[in-house]
């Protein structure tokens, strides 16, 4: 039994394919198209997960689409009264959808006819539910959706049992805690699709001192809330999108009104200095968020009666947040898959009819977030060749497993900012292990030295720690595992200044702990470090440079050769750039590693 699910034009296009309820493959499209949370359709994941599964398009017997037409109908029919040329753009869109089989069939040289695939079409935050508790390590729990918008819906609350979900209420159109974010988002200067993360970063400067203000922005009723309408753009002429465009970044239009302005003042210009003002708005935003979603997650947890709870949505990527539920919600057990963004309405969808409307029980468990692709030594080696890498004055070596991690260690605890590629990539945009830069966590200067010769982004914006699972508890007030990086915690006091370069200034860190059976590779080179300098974690950032993630070895060596990287691994090769100034221990440690490579 194969199914196939599929998130098209919309944002973070993607496919995932399930054989016989086990997750077989899960990638976003802009992994291979390289255009940052590119829509349109995922030709090209599709194709990744076909050829991971060893499938054709014709022998998939279940195409799930994450999109129902006719959810909400009257609500749909209403607003398109009201914004006739929103009501348009949204035409446009679900015509695309309705011809997904010939596309389909277009892209795989087949005839539409001749695919045996059975097509569903399931509501937006179903799938966002099923992506999280099909796959979540409960057999019972409290589920909550929230993001910006979808099947004009933004919010929804079930609960999960066995193989069957119940959903007790939702929160329509125009009121969304997604587009609340984004709009605040937007004012404070930050106008990229998908920049809401680095509202959360900047919110540790500051404090909440316009919480009366938000209060009328955001406002709580009842079991739910509302949005402060006139602040917003959004209910009076729809929001400027762009989905169906794979070859760009999707674009969205302004969604705060000038009333915000004259409650909160002047919006920020994008090139403007950051100021006190900004990061206190900043502050008060994330406070108002985490008391609307706290009150939400406490009425699943009396209502409902569960210990665990599982989260989707784009709220559901809001760290800091997520890693005070514990507190604030009495949940003993908290889940969030690592696509639980949009993404990840394709895994939901596909779990979705295999459980609920197909009937078969669960046997599957996410443990780990390496679905992508993956590729050989001798495909790296061609990589290499191609790009020529011993040509260029570039050390390289070739060394065993139980080598790579000695190595690394060594040259990360020297100081080195290390590219590290291996085995198949992440699902989800956080890098875990596989695709991701790596330094030296108790060097102060490091996160600078990170911002300044490579990633180039704003001074406020933290850098996140791995650590061996084992030691979490010893380095964090927290000790619930958080392995695909979607919780914040505070650190021990007694911690506070041994991982400088991955603290954030508020004192907590958006940890990923690594478990031994999930990633062995990553777990064992975390540990040799800790070997080394009594510490068992690194800094792990993603491996990009304002792109989206590294998929590929040849871009993994396109972006070390243009910053100002000094190691990659990538397998089991280490490519190593000079370094005058390494001093005689590193000279040592290159003598070291020539040695054990011939």
């Known amino acids: 039994m194969n199914i196939l699910g599929i998130n098209a034009y919309h944002a973070n296009a993607s496919a995932a394919l399930i054989s016989d309820g086990q997750l077989v493959a899960a990638v976003e499209e802009e992994r291979f198209n390289r255009v940052k949370y590119a829509a349109g359709f995922p030709v090209s994941a599709i194709r990744y997960c076909l050829k991971a599964a060893g499938v054709t398009l014709n022998e998939i017997d279940h195409i799930a689409i994450p999109r129902n037409p006719w959810a909400r109908m009257g609500t749909k029919l209403l607003h398109a009264l009201r914004m006739p040329g929103f009501a348009r753009e949204r035409v446009r869109v679900l015509s695309s959808f309705v011809g997904i089989p010939e596309t389909l069939a277009q892209a795989f040289d087949t005839d539409p006819k001749g695919m045996r695939a059975q097509f569903h079409r399931v509501e937006h935050h179903r799938a966002h539910l099923a992506s999280a508790f099909f796959v979540s390590p409960f057999d019972q729990a409290a589920l909550l959706s929230a993001d910006g918008l979808g099947d004009f819906a933004s919010t929804m609350w079930a609960t999960g049992e066995g193989h069957r979900i119940r959903v007790h209420g939702s929160i329509a159109f125009p009121h969304s805690l997604g587009i609340c974010y984004t709009a605040l988002t937007q004012y404070l200067g930050f106008l990229k699709f998908g920049d809401e993360y680095k509202v959360m970063g900047l919110s540790a400067y500051g404090e909440p001192a316009y919480s009366d203000e938000f209060r009328r922005i955001l406002v709580s009723e009842g079991k739910g809330f509302r949005l402060g309408l006139k602040y917003f753009n959004h209910h009076r002429h729809g929001a400027e999108m762009s989905w169906r465009d794979a070859e760009q970044t999707p674009v969205l239009g302004r969604l705060f009104s000038s009333d915000l302005e004259k409650q909160l003042g002047p919006s920020r210009p994008a090139e403007a200095p950051i100021e006190q003002k900004h990061k206190d708005v900043a502050a008060s935003l994330q406070a108002r968020l985490e008391e609307v979603l706290f009150q939400l997650v406490r009425e699943q947890r009396e209502r409902s009666g569960r210990k665990a709870l599982c989260l989707a949505g784009g709220v559901a990527l809001n760290c800091v947040a997520n890693g005070k539920l514990f507190d604030q919600a009495s949940f003993e057990q908290i889940f969030v898959q690592p696509a639980a963004g949009d993404a990840g309405l394709a895994l939901g969808a596909a779990f979705h009819v295999y459980h609920e409307i197909l009937g078969y029980p669960r046997s599957f468990q996410m443990r780990q977030a390496y679905w992508g692709p993956e590729y050989s030594a001798a495909q790296i080696r061609t990589a290499m060749d191609e790009k020529r890498i011993c040509h260029d004055g570039l050390d390289t070596w070739e060394l065993p497993d139980e080598k790579i991690a000695q190595a690394t260690a060594q040259y990360i605890s020297e100081g080195d900012v290390v590219g590290w590629f291996s085995g198949r990539a ?127 070895p040849g871009e993994a060596i396109d972006c070390f050769l243009r910053t100002q990287m000094d190691t990659l691994v990538m397998g089991n090769y280490i490519v190593r750039k000079p370094r005058p100034a390494d001093g005689e221990r590193s000279a040592a440690i290159s003598s070291w590693v020539s040695e054990v490579s011939r």
């Open 426 to 552: 992440e699902w989800g945009p956080r890098a875990l292990g596989n695709r991701s830069i790596l330094a030296d966590p108790r060097r102060p200067d490091m996160k600078d030295t990170l911002n300044c010769r490579i990633k180039r982004r704003e001074a406020f914006r933290p850098f996140a720690p791995s650590i061996i699972a084992e030691s979490t508890g010893e380095f964090f007030k927290q000790s619930h595992p958080s392995p695909f990086m979607t919780f914040a915690y505070p650190l021990r006091p007694e911690k506070r200044n041994v991982l400088p370069a991955s603290t954030h200034v508020d004192g907590s860190c958006r940890l990923q702990t690594v478990d031994r059976d999930a990633n062995p590779r990553f777990w064992r080179l975390i540990s040799e470090f800790g070997r080394l300098t009594g510490i068992p974690a690194l800094v792990n950032t993603s491996f990009n440079d304002n792109e989206p993630i590294v998929c590929a």
